[in-house]
Structures are given as structure tokens and as C-alpha cells.
């Protein structure tokens, strides 16, 4: 097979080789949102979350996913991420809270995978921190926002779909 696949000659799944690719500044940005109730915006703007810290603990589970991301998604390259954020915002009129995930690398590949893997497990940490509240939670929205470098023309989502 021609160009990057994860697949070679005879079919068989390989991780791309980027051996040939230049090194350059690569970033991605995702964003996802959690949907709640009110009780739960209350309780995480007022610290009165039993299990903790809410944001802060979020805010870690992004980071940490996403330098874990090449044990997660099968044939992505291990990176030596230079920078990884997990910011947030929370919109108390329509009780939800979206979180912004920014990576950035020096490197052969970019970082969109490690940018939605650090917005995913941000919002799943939410969720585990506030079930005992209320279950009822809806995590959506999940994408790429933004992707610049390497060979392919930077990217902006446009909200199409």
C-alpha cells in the first residue's frame, strides 16, 4: 500500500513509519463538553465535592492520558510531548463544562490522538468525581479544534458535519 497506512504490502497492521518525515512543531487542540445539573455545577464551583478537588484532579487525568496515549491506541508512536494543558470552562446557564485540551511537540507526527485522548479522560474523570451526585451526566461534542504542522495544511473545525 502507497503513502501512510497502518497496513503493509500484505495486509498486515504496522505502526507508519515516519522515519523520512521532518522534524517540526506540531500542535493540536480538542474540546469536549460534560453536561450536568445544577447541583453538580454548585458543588464543583463551591469545592464541595466529596471525592475532591474536581477540576484539579481532572485537569491531572487529562496531562497523564495524554502522555499514555501510545499504550491506548494501537500504532500510535510513543512522543516526548513538550507541552500538554487541560483548561476549562464552565457555562453555569446551561450547567455544563467544556475542556480544552492543548499538546504540543517537536517532532515526526503530530498530536490530535493525544489531544482527544487528554480531552476524553478529562471529562470521564468529571463523571467518575461527580456520579454519586447524579449519574445523569452526557459527555459530547468531543473534536479536534485545531492541528498546525507537518506536511498537511493546518487544520480548523468548522462545525460541519
Do not use: W
Not at 26 to 51: H, P, S, W, Y
Not at 59 to 66: E, K, L, Q, S, Y
Not at 122 to 138: E, F, G, N, Q
Request: hydrophobic share 45%; proline share 1%.
Amino acid at each position: 500500500m502507497q503513502g501512510f497506512s497502518h497496513f503493509d504490502d500484505s495486509g498486515n497492521a504496522v505502526m507508519v513509519d515516519v522515519t523520512e518525515k521532518k522534524s517540526t512543531t506540531r500542535m493540536a487542540v480538542a474540546e469536549g463538553t460534560i453536561f450536568c445539573n445544577k447541583a453538580i455545577i454548585d458543588a464543583i464551583l463551591q469545592k464541595n465535592i466529596k471525592k475532591g478537588d474536581v477540576l484539579g484532579v481532572a485537569r491531572i487525568a487529562g496531562i497523564m492520558a495524554v502522555k499514555q496515549t501510545a499504550h491506548l491506541i494501537p500504532m500510535c508512536h510513543p512522543l516526548l510531548i513538550s507541552k500538554s494543558s487541560i483548561d476549562f470552562e464552565i457555562n453555569e446557564e446551561k450547567n455544563c463544562i467544556k475542556a480544552l485540551c492543548t499538546v504540543k511537540i517537536e517532532g515526526k507526527t503530530g498530536v490530535e490522538m493525544e489531544a482527544l485522548t487528554g480531552v476524553n479522560i478529562a471529562l470521564l474523570t468529571i463523571y467518575d468525581m461527580c456520579k454519586a451526585v447524579d449519574k445523569r451526566m452526557l459527555i459530547s461534542d468531543i473534536h479536534l479544534v485545531e492541528k498546525h504542522g507537518g506536511k498537511s495544511a493546518d487544520f480548523y473545525f468548522d462545525g460541519a458535519k
